[in-house]
């Protein structure tokens, strides 16, 4: 990715939709040096930028306030290693005390529902940290041992267990916090240098599914919108690098997806499973998809009450010309979703979608059984799956 949030990669502490107001963040510092000066400042994309200052008294109060539009990360500080950093949203009224000379760990953070997690976070990962650095420890310690190889093994194996839960912890962070800010920090954390806790490349669906959400929601927020740009290009780069990041054969797990329902609402592919699922895409300006709808009607209807499920992700760009669609080929029964972007739509270079109509079955762990079924043909494979199950 040749654009980086380097501000989001190099933070130490890990601290931390809309309506027009403000944001209070207020504390005290212990063991103040009198007449040095705190600074508020925001981190933008690939910068930080300095909004307001105060010199600090004798007994180190102090105090900002400022008028924000949608959530963004602050940071108050001294020098450039000694800050503490949060989430501020409009409304929100922050308290934090910490010592002067370590604002880095700060005693208490209040007032910002989202800076609390990302402390919680920081906990974690800390915790990860410190047990890598312990094997690390171990080795040193074993360096000169004819027993090293077989320390070695063991520890590489012990080394990707605790990579594997942090992976496993932060898409599950992301995932309770994917309309937050949060969640676009936790993709960039790293264990060490260079050493990310999510990968680009294997993690895709997770930078695609925080970018679906928070773009729509802060499409004026920088950090987002160079998120965005961000994702766009890593797309094309693995389709272009893979042929397409699916994998869409018979028994392959499918890509996440992650997108807004007519009323908003993010909901989830891998919210369908434990149901046979009809995956189809469509848009309301295509004919051919048009003409299929019955054929989906006909067997949601024969099937519905027996676990069949059709999770319809649409190509429009218009969202009326999209609700219209659904409500005259009487599609209102089961799940649709759309970020409304036409050809640019995430699942386009995600599912390799050259054409629709364009559809996969799969099972109840979400794997593929068919592609590309039409009328009769759908009939006659619902018949065959529900009857060995």
Excluded at 275 to 286: G, R, T
Excluded at 351 to 377: F, M, Q
Aim: charged share 25%; proline share 4%; glycine share 6%.
């Amino acid at each position: 990715m040749k654009k980086v949030l380097f501000l989001f990669l190099t933070l130490s502490l890990f601290i931390a939709g809309c309506k027009d107001t403000s944001f209070k963040v207020s504390g005290k510092l212990n063991k103040p040096v009198e007449g040095e000066f705190l600074f508020l400042q925001e981190l933008k994309a690939s910068s930080v930028e300095t909004v307001d200052s105060l010199k600090i008294n004798s007994e180190g109060t102090f105090s900002f306030e400022r008028k924000i539009e949608f959530p963004a990360l602050y940071l108050i500080k001294t020098s450039n290693t000694n800050f503490a950093t949060f989430l501020a949203e409009p409304g929100d009224n922050i308290k934090i005390t910490a010592g002067y000379h370590t604002l880095n760990t700060p005693e208490s953070i209040t007032g910002s529902e989202g800076t609390q997690k990302m402390m919680d976070y920081n906990n974690a990962l800390k915790n990860t940290i410190a047990k890598l650095n312990d094997l690390n420890e171990t080795y040193m310690q074993n360096a000169d041992s004819p027993e090293l190889p077989r320390i070695i093994q063991t520890l590489d194996s012990t080394v990707q267990s605790y990579l594997k839960e942090i992976n496993t912890y932060t898409k599950r962070y992301i995932d309770e916090n994917i309309n937050s800010l949060i969640s676009l920090v936790a993709l960039y954390q790293q264990v060490a240098p260079q050493v990310g806790v999510l990968d680009p490349v294997q993690d895709i669906e997770y930078f695609v599914k925080v970018d679906s959400s928070l773009f729509r929601r802060y499409p004026d927020s920088e950090p987002v919108k160079a998120l965005h740009e961000q994702v766009q290009a890593l797309i094309e780069r693995v389709s272009a690098e893979k042929g397409g990041v699916a994998v869409t054969g018979t028994g392959s797990p499918v890509p996440e997806i992650s997108l807004p329902s007519q009323t908003g609402e993010i909901i989830k592919l891998s919210s369908t499973r434990g149901s046979i699922v009809l995956l189809d895409f469509w848009a309301a300006w295509c004919g051919p998809c048009r003409r299929e709808n019955p054929n989906l009607v006909n067997a949601y209807n024969k099937y519905k009450n027996k676990g069949f499920q059709i999770y319809q992700v649409s190509l429009d760009k218009s969202r009326e010309d999209w609700l219209k669609g659904i409500e005259v080929d009487k599609l209102g029964q089961w799940i649709h979703v759309s970020d409304l972007k036409y050809w640019n739509s995430v699942v386009v270079p995600l599912y390799k979608i050259e054409s629709i109509p364009y559809n996969l079955l799969l099972d109840k762990e979400g794997k593929v059984i068919a592609s590309n079924l039409r009328g009769e043909e759908l009939l006659v494979k619902l018949e065959e799956v529900f009857s060995e199950l």
